[in-house]
């Protein structure tokens, strides 16, 4: 039990327009807090209202990035009440980067219940047209007032939410993907794995170059061989090849675990759908597509959902996938994953938590 603090604001905000709510660009009224020492370990748990937070120039967060994320999201279903979507495997996750990052790790009970709290404080902003829900933020800091590169003894602990808009406000479009051949992402005993910012700063530069020709993600290759196939942007990949669905291993650790990578893998297999996680090669993606076995290419991620990719495009060399349409085992997954999500639809996995 944290025994949270309350501070209520006595501002609050005026609510953004619900049908055009983009994706991270509204904050709720309130944050939730908390600290780390050593001596005292996580302590001072609290809910304040929503705002800067002040902190020493020297601190270690802003020299060395040691710092950390997860993302999530609060649903309304159709009888008013709150769900989030499997949080228990979020939290696990948020503990195994913890530990690559040499963050102290939080009781999982306490960060399930600091979640529930401030999604429970600010529920007047879970927007509920069809599609929308409410982005979870937790990220931890460190915050030593100290240039030495050396683990943080004091850490922040943060959790921020962000009402989103639907992904496919005019229904879904497949999304065009550059292959990625200068920049990588992660190697094996890297972070590929692990969910911090420090990933997404040395990727940025291979985003910038897609947007600049026209394509809306990168697809990441393994950092030794440069030839198999890791993951696009913030989702996993899947194919369909030959009937068959096939996604890359997390053996290497150069992948980040998704939560919506591991759910599709256990509704496929509940459908009696076999699924390969094994090394794929660029060279296997098109000689798949030359020989007009390419069914699908989809990516997925808690923003969107189901992805689907319509196109890739290597040094030039053009992949088109289903036509540029969406195909039909990515539909069955979207479908069936957001209903569960938002309490449309039976949850024979026990997937999606009331919360209130
Ligand atoms: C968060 C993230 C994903 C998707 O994970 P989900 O748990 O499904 O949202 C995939 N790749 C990267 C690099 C990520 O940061």
Known sequence: MLNIKYEHTTTKKEKPDYSKLGFGKYFTDHMFLMNYSVDKGWHDARIVPYGPISLDPSAMVFHYAQELFE?????????????????DKNIERMNRTCRRLCVPEIDPADALEAI?????????????????????????IATDEHLGVHPSKNYLFCIILSPVGSYYANGIDPVKIVIEREYVRAVKGGTGAAKVGGNYASSLIGQQKAEEMGYAQVLWLDGVHR???????????????????????????????????????????????EVEERLISVDELEEA???????????????????????????????????????????????????????????????????D
């Open 116 to 140: 529930t709290a401030i999604v429970k404080c600010d529920k007047d902003w879970i927007p509920t047209l069809p599609g929308t829900s409410l982005y979870i933020r937790p990220f931890i």
């Open 227 to 273: 030839k198999y196939i890791d993951e696009v942007g913030a989702m996993n990949v899947f194919f369909v090849i030959d009937g068959k669905v096939v996604t890359p291993t997390l053996e290497n650790g150069n992948i980040l675990p998704g939560v919506t990578r591991m759910s599709c893998i256990e509704m496929l297999k509940s459908w009696g759908m």
């Open 289 to 355: 597509n030359a020989n007009g076995k390419l069914d699908e290419a989809f990516g997925t991620g808690t923003a969107a959902v189901i992805s689907p990719i319509g196109e890739f495009n290597d040094d030039g060399k053009i992949i088109t996938v289903n036509d540029g349409k969406i195909g039909p085992i990515s539909q069955k997954l979207y479908d069936s994953l957001t209903g569960i999500q938002w309490g449309k639809a039976e949850d024979p996995f026990g997937w999606s938590i009331v919360i």
């Open 71 to 87: 993302g999530m999201k609060a649903y309304n279903d159709p009888n008013g009440k709150i769900r989030l979507f499997r949080p």
